[in-house]
């Protein structure tokens, strides 16, 4: 029993030695091969209500879902999340995407478009609410 245990042993610390052998890999570099890359064309900071037209993409902030950010007068264990909610139109075609700045879906794909949340502004206070009027949305639109 104890070869048994001597051999498996063995294995073990071979196969751990070969797997650290190799490097890791950076996965914050750039994809390698293939075009995957896309321009920005266009970016826009809306408040509630607001349209914006990107190429041939109408974009409407339609509203705040959910505002759980961590105020900036207080100390929390996460940075929050806030929800917004997108109308993307293109043509005849329309859809209400639920973007997030911190939680996912922070972007939607459209018809070869890719539309990101950046930020929500402004922050948020643990004394007051922030009133809806007030809200801006950073979007930014790729392809």
């Known amino acids: 029993m104890r070869q048994l245990s001597t051999a498996v042993l063995a294995v073990l610390i071979a196969a751990l030695a070969a797997c650290s052998s190799n490097p890791a890999a950076d996965l914050n570099a750039p994809p390698t091969g293939g075009t995957t890359s896309q321009q920005e064309v266009g970016k826009a900071v809306l408040k509630i209500g607001e349209s914006v037209t990107v190429n041939d993409l109408r974009l409407t902030f339609r509203s705040v879902e959910g505002d759980s950010r961590c105020p900036t007068d207080a100390v929390c264990v996460w940075a929050g999340d ?57 979007v930014v639109v790729t392809r």
Do not use: M
């Not at 459209?110 to 007030?134: E, F, H, Q």
């Open 82 to 138: 806030a929800e917004i909610a997108l109308k993307i139109e293109q043509g005849t075609q329309a859809a209400v995407a639920a973007l997030h700045t911190t939680l996912e879906p922070k972007k939607t794909v459209w018809n070869g478009y890719t539309i990101s949340l950046v930020t929500v502004t402004p922050a948020r206070k643990s004394t007051t609410s922030v009133d809806p009027a007030d809200y801006r949305a950073e």
